[in-house]
């Protein structure tokens, strides 16, 4: 059952033991000292508090602290978490539809089987990011950091992710359709099995990704830069060539598509 508490109540919960699947954070004893609080914001430290289960739907918790905070199964549909800072926080099968998480910091976030459908990731860092079998349909991660990150099963149906970093980051079986990755960095992600029917991939570069077993039917692959890529055999490196595909021998070395997609703003530490 949700539990509807105010945010007030909340935040004087400062003094607690978080379990989580992975391991248990102390809160620390010492003084919070509050962010400045700025117009339209909430200048609330609520590190690693306990928001397990609760109902905080349409919150307004844009630049909050909420580093290593548990929100698993939390209820956040429509709230506003702009520029928030949720470093290693728990948001294991938590709901986030529409909410706003643009510019956010994420990294090494529990995102596993959360609900993200619609919401807005625009300019996040989700670095290394634990995301399996998320819901992520319809939502806005352009230009987001997802570098490393887990996004194994991922539903991400008509999402845009242009302009995002997604290095290295693990898209096995996840599905794709109809998904704009225009300008997207895969290089040496892995697509094995990943659904990528008719997404965008104009101009992405995707040197060394993995597409074993993956469907590129009516994809874009327009100025798309492939190379040294597993799972792609000649019949289908001749198919992708005539749709605009570009095979190169050796690791792309230009970096001005990226620079002129990303806002300067956009970047993390």
């Known amino acids: 059952m949700v539990q509807n508490k105010s945010l007030q109540e909340l935040k004087d919960n400062k003094k607690m033991s978080l379990e989580s699947q992975d391991e248990a954070f102390l809160v620390d004893d010492k003084k919070d000292t509050a962010p400045e609080k700025t117009e339209n914001s909430v200048a609330t430290n609520l590190t690693a508090a306990n928001f397990r289960g609760h109902s905080l739907n349409g919150a307004n918790l844009r630049k909050a602290s909420l580093n290593r905070a548990d929100l698993s199964r939390a209820e956040l ?3 506003d978490l702009h520029q928030a800072n949720l470093i290693g926080a728990f948001l294991t099968e938590a709901n986030l539809r529409g909410a706003n998480l643009s510019k956010a910091n ?14 807005n990731f625009n300019g996040a860092n989700l670095n290394r990011a634990y995301l399996r079998n998320a819901s992520l349909n319809h939502s806005d991660l352009s230009c987001g950091d997802f570098q490393d990150a887990f996004l194994h099963g991922a539903q991400l149906n008509q ?4 302009g995002a970093r997604l290095q290295r980051a693990d898209l096995n079986n996840a599905s794709l359709v109809k998904a704009n990755l225009e300008a997207v960095d895969l290089r040496d992600a892995q697509l094995i099995g990943a659904n990528l029917k008719n997404t ?27 190379g040294a890529n597993l799972g792609i055999p000649e019949s289908m490196k001749k198919d992708l060539v005539k749709r605009g595909a570009v095979f190169e021998d050796s ?19």
């Open 200 to 226: 965008n991939l104009q101009g992405a570069i995707l040197w060394r990704t993995d597409f074993t077993g993956a469907n590129l039917k009516g994809a874009n692959v327009q100025k798309a830069r492939f």
């Open 159 to 162: 999402a845009n992710l242009s």
């Open 106 to 119: 994420l990294r090494n976030a529990h995102l596993g089987h959360a609900q993200l459908t619609k919401v």
């Open 77 to 79: 549909v429509g709230s």
């Open 251 to 269: 690791p792309p070395d230009d970096f001005s598509w990226f620079e002129n997609t990303v806002p300067e703003d956009h970047y993390f530490d």
